[in-house]
């Protein structure tokens, strides 16, 4: 399939710029794939939407302070985006000007209100798509993520458009994320979740059994291949707790309960750990899913709404069909839903509903 067919047109004003004032305080178009009717709630209307019995599986990733503010030798400025560490003190990462930036360059991460020097980056070997090997170093010595979470900035979506501040500190984290991790992205349908509305959906009988996948490129990295089958998905890291795992298992055996994904990064986790009789509990993925993919894991999904042209909206349409997917973003957007990270949410219901 041609990328031009997940296009769509998107009101530039219709992308959040910040979130809503309260996390549960977004709209939700109910999508159902079986059925394929919409409808208008809220995200406080979860608790009666999602069955007393279901088990949510949300992504508990922390996001780290992966944006580096750099002064590049002879004045320029520049900007890294570090994506993983290696284990050896350095990190992979995704720096501008990439010309100007090359292997053997050093430039100085800074702050961005006052200018000042908080550490160097070594740029080492080119890596896959472009990427660079990088060191942060101060002192002569490699700081670790916990060091740059001390002077990095969030990592905020290009399509915002302001410097993260003290509001985005807590609210692009989600409620529930645990201390560990190092996404560049945050899972953004976990960020409607406040720990009362958790206690809600468990009081029910609902379980929360997190899983996690370490947000990289390949969840937001543009498609630029003109056919959707030559796109390459960044890898990307997974874990899964023996806790989830243990109490996800025979779930999926047996499919006696309904599965609700909350985002799309946690079901692309469980589509790739799943192999039809037991769960990887860490590893990493490449998964792509695109029309004509069958779900094997999740009955629902939360999400909110993605990028034209997309592999996030490439994966809406697989559950839902191009023309169906359109069409609830065409009611999203006639209706006025906030869009992106800082956006409203839809939940697809009966999303394995074309399953084969």
């Given at each position: 399939?041609?990328?031009?067919?997940?296009?769509?047109?998107?009101?530039?004003?219709?992308?959040?710029?910040?979130?809503?004032?309260?996390?549960?305080?977004?709209?939700?178009?109910?999508?159902?794939?079986?059925?394929?009717?919409?409808?208008?709630?809220?995200?406080?209307?979860?608790?009666?939407?999602?069955?007393?019995?279901?088990?949510?599986?949300?992504?508990?990733?922390?996001?780290?302070?992966?944006?580096?503010?750099?002064?590049?030798?002879?004045?320029?400025?520049?900007?890294?985006?570090?994506?993983?560490?290696?284990?050896?003190?350095?990190?992979?990462?995704?720096?501008?000007?990439?010309?100007?930036?090359?292997?053997?360059?050093?430039?100085?991460?800074?702050?961005?209100?006052?200018?000042?020097?908080?550490?160097?980056?070594?740029?080492?070997?080119?890596?896959?798509?472009?990427?660079?090997?990088?060191?942060?170093?101060?002192?002569?010595?490699?700081?670790?993520?916990?060091?740059?979470?001390?002077?990095?900035?969030?990592?905020?979506?290009?399509?915002?458009?302001?410097?993260?501040?003290?509001?985005?500190?807590?609210?692009?984290?989600?409620?529930?994320?645990?201390?560990?991790?190092?996404?560049?992205?945050?899972?953004?349908?976990?960020?409607?979740?406040?720990?009362?509305?958790?206690?809600?959906?468990?009081?029910?009988?609902?379980?929360?059994?997190?899983?996690?996948?370490?947000?990289?490129?390949?969840?937001?990295?543009?498609?630029?291949?003109?056919?959707?089958?030559?796109?390459?998905?960044?890898?990307?890291?997974?874990?899964?707790?023996?806790?989830?795992?243990?109490?996800?298992?025979?779930?999926?055996?047996?499919?006696?309960?309904?599965?609700?994904?909350?985002?799309?990064?946690?079901?692309?986790?469980?589509?790739?750990?799943?192999?039809?009789?037991?769960?990887?509990?860490?590893?990493?993925?490449?998964?792509?899913?695109?029309?004509?993919?069958?779900?094997?894991?999740?009955?629902?999904?939360?999400?909110?709404?993605?990028?034209?042209?997309?592999t996030l909206f490439v994966l809406i349409s697989a559950l839902l069909g191009l023309d169906f997917a359109k069409a609830a973003y065409a009611e999203a957007v006639t209706n006025?839903?906030?869009?992106?990270?800082?956006?409203?949410?839809?939940?697809?219901?009966?999303?394995?509903?074309?399953?084969?």
């Amino acid at each position: 399939m041609r990328r031009s067919e997940f296009h769509f047109i998107l009101p530039e004003e219709l992308i959040a710029q910040h979130p809503a004032p309260e996390r549960d305080g977004a709209r939700l178009l109910v999508v159902d794939a079986k059925s394929k009717t919409l409808s208008h709630r809220t995200i406080r209307d979860l608790q009666e939407l999602i069955p007393a019995d279901s088990i949510l599986v949300p992504n508990d990733v922390k996001v780290r302070h992966a944006r580096l503010i750099l002064r590049r030798k002879g004045g320029g400025v520049g900007e890294a985006l570090l994506l993983r560490a290696f284990g050896d003190g350095s990190f992979e990462a995704m720096v501008r000007p990439g010309a100007r930036l090359k292997p053997g360059a050093i430039a100085w991460v800074v702050s961005p209100e006052t200018g000042a020097e908080l550490a160097e980056l070594h740029i080492g070997d080119t890596l896959e798509e472009g990427l660079r090997k990088v060191r942060v170093v101060r002192n002569s010595c490699d700081l670790d993520w916990d060091s740059v979470d001390r002077i990095g900035r969030l990592p905020l979506p290009p399509y915002i458009s302001h410097l993260a501040d003290a509001s985005d500190e807590s609210r692009y984290q989600t409620a529930f994320h645990a201390n560990e991790g190092e996404a560049v992205a945050a899972p953004t349908a976990g960020l409607h979740f406040t720990n009362g509305l958790i206690a809600t959906l468990q009081s029910k009988g609902c379980q929360w059994l997190p899983v996690r996948l370490h947000v990289g490129l390949g969840t937001f990295r543009p498609m630029t291949a003109a056919n959707i089958e030559d796109h390459t998905m960044h890898e990307e890291r997974f874990e899964i707790p023996e806790a989830t795992a243990s109490a996800l298992l025979p779930i999926l055996r047996d499919h006696n309960h309904p599965l609700v994904c909350i985002g799309t990064t946690s079901l692309r986790t469980l589509e790739a750990a799943w192999n039809g009789h037991d769960l990887e509990r860490s590893g990493s993925t490449r998964i792509f899913i695109k029309p004509g993919y069958r779900l094997r894991t999740a009955d629902h999904l939360l999400t909110n709404f993605h990028l034209p042209e997309s592999t996030l909206f490439v994966l809406i349409s697989a559950l839902l069909g191009l023309d169906f997917a359109k069409a609830a973003y065409a009611e999203a957007v006639t209706n006025r839903y906030r869009f992106f990270s800082y956006g409203d949410a839809m939940l697809i219901l009966n999303a394995r509903s074309q399953r084969s």
